[in-house]
């Protein structure tokens, strides 16, 4: 018996990194899924390689249109929609004095507005369906701030946000809403053209070896195990709640004047 058995997902950003991870674990766990992406060759491979169980649809998370479209072809693909991956994400390092206004808009756009725009269009079928589950991607960069990713930083912070006021509002209707807060993990951000970047990842790891407890980068799948759980009635009493998963990264500091 699956953990999502009968339950169908929409996932945004499916098609590379963890929204593909999540697309993967929950066919496997019996949901049937909308990979939803703008690298559409990529979408539609992974789409053909799970099955029956899932369907590929276009959908830039900035275009309200898409999102409609998006929604209407995973109900009538799969008859209902239970579950929505707010996944989609973009970033650069940009030092801010640096920053343009359109680099700022860019990013807001797609981390921001894109949860927006998802949640309120899932809110229909989600009703229809009799409840649901919708999980938002934030990050650490939501919780804590760091340097040359502001307009980042201020998108997954408003995600955070967004997670709780939906989550008030949309309670009576059965509806959960939690935000996601992955540390640094081993995908392609800030790399948008898909070519894998060896250096970037020895830089990562290298990185992620100094300043996080664990000593290591997470992997996508580690994140997909969260979303799952909340996809899922495990998590049947949290809403409007922050998940953390970072390795331990913004745990704490350490002390002064020990080895660690
Ligand atoms: N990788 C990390 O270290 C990390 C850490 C914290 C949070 N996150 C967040 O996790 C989420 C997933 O990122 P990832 O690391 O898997 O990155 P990724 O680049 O591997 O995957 C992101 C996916 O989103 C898609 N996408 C980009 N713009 C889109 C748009 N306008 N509409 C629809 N799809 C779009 C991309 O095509 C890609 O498939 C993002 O929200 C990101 O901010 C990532």
């Not at 491979?45 to 649809?57: R, S």
């Not at 072809?73 to 996944?87: E, M, S």
Request: hydrophobic share 40%.
């Amino acid at each position: 018996m699956g953990r999502l058995n009968g339950r169908v997902a929409l996932v945004s950003g499916a098609a590379r990194g963890m929204g593909q991870a999540a697309a993967r674990i929950f066919a496997a766990e019996g949901a049937k899924v909308a990979i939803c992406d703008i690298v559409d060759d990529e979408g539609k491979a992974l789409a053909g390689e799970l099955g029956d169980c899932a369907l590929y649809q276009h959908l830039d998370v900035t275009s309200e249109a898409d999102w409609d479209a998006a929604a209407a072809a995973t109900v009538a693909a799969f008859g209902k929609l239970d579950i929505l991956v707010n996944n989609a994400g973009i970033g650069t390092l940009v030092p801010f004095d640096e920053m343009t206004l359109e680099d700022y808009r860019r990013i807001t756009e797609v981390n921001q507005t894109g949860v927006f725009l998802g949640m309120k269009t899932a809110i229909g079928p989600m009703t229809g369906a009799g409840g649901g589950s919708i999980i938002n991607i934030s990050s650490i960069d939501g919780i804590v701030g760091a340097n040359s990713v502001l307009p980042y930083v201020a998108s997954k912070f408003a995600v955070r946000g967004m997670t709780k006021a939906a989550a008030i509002e949309l309670a009576p209707r059965g509806i959960r809403v939690n935000s996601v807060h992955p540390g640094f993990i081993h995908t392609m951000i800030g790399n948008p053209e898909g070519t894998p970047n060896p250096d970037g990842r020895a830089l990562l790891d290298e990185f992620t070896g100094r300043t996080t407890p664990m000593g290591r980068t997470g992997e996508p799948e580690e994140i997909a195990k969260l979303v799952l759980f909340l996809a899922s009635d495990e998590s049947s009493y949290s809403t409007g709640s922050e998940f953390v998963a970072d390795g331990g990264m913004i745990a704490g500091h350490r002390s002064p004047g020990t080895d660690l």
